[in-house]
T-cell receptor, first 112, second 111 residues
Framework: GAVVSQHPSRVICKSGTSVKIECRSL??????MFWYRQFPKQSLMLMAT?????????EQGVEKDKFLINHASLTLSTLTVTSAHPEDSSFYIC????????FGSGTRLTVV | GEDVEQSLFLSVREGDSSVINCTYT??????LYWYKQEPGAGLQLLTY?????DMKQDQRLTVLLNKKDKHLSLRIADTQTGDSAIYFC???????????FGKGTTLSVSS
């Protein structure tokens, strides 16, 4: 079945720096991808969906200038958290839709 | 907008059955899903049900769907301590490009 590789699995960064999270599809080409954020003991909240080669569609309340999503190829999508702050500390999960929903293993971001 | 609701906690004894309930608002979905998340881990697809089915059984898991009431349930037979996790009900968004998750039900299994 489809496999999504997400990394890093854990990252600690200083407040004010930017962090990039990568999401790769290993055995298929995905035209649609999605990013979720999960705060401790809370549900997964959809941040945005994107199509390869076009701009991401952000959910209401998600700052597009802060969470930069790039879907430049059919096998790679990236989420960059710019000028990270402690309140951005969360679990971020990516995935692709292609005959089903496939998720990466998630990235635990801690901003100190 | 679309919404998925779940009860937040369920506590059972090992060997008992667990039933996790979910309600959703979007009636146009073709499939509905159940995911499991263990502490500190990603999402594991447990099972899904096609919208024209009332029931689906997969080993210890039974999914019941009441489309009229927009109610979905997951029954775990002979619950084990390894079943302790958070269980999410999920419904595709209107575009079908992503999933809308419930808040998750924390299942606690005591021996």
């Amino acid at each position: 079945g489809a496999v999504v590789s997400q990394h890093p699995s854990r990252v600690i960064c200083k407040s004010g720096t930017s962090v990039k999270i990568e999401c790769r599809s290993l055995d298929f080409q995905a035209t649609t991808m999605f990013w979720y954020r999960q705060f401790p003991k809370q549900s997964l909240m959809l941040m945005a969906t994107s199509n390869e080669g076009s701009k991401a569609t952000y959910e209401q309340g998600v700052e597009k200038d802060k969470f930069l999503i790039n879907h430049a190829s059919l096998t790679l999508s990236t989420l960059t958290v710019t000028s990270a702050h402690p309140e951005d500390s969360s679990f971020y999960i990516c995935g692709y839709y292609e005959d089903g929903y496939t998720f990466g293993s998630g990235t635990r971001l801690t901003v100190v | 907008g679309e919404d998925v609701e779940q009860s937040l906690f369920l506590s059972v004894r090992e060997g008992d059955s667990s039933v996790i309930n979910c309600t959703y608002t979007d009636s146009s979905s073709t499939y509905l899903y159940w995911y499991k998340q263990e502490p500190g881990a990603g999402l594991q697809l447990l099972t899904y049900i096609f919208s024209n089915m009332d029931m689906k059984q997969d080993q210890r898991l039974t999914v019941l769907l009441n489309k009229k009431d927009k109610h979905l349930s997951l029954r775990i037979a002979d619950t084990q301590t390894g079943d302790s996790a958070i269980y999410f009900c999920a419904d595709p968004n209107q575009a079908g490009t992503a999933l809308i998750f419930g808040k998750g039900t924390t299942l606690s299994v005591s021996s």
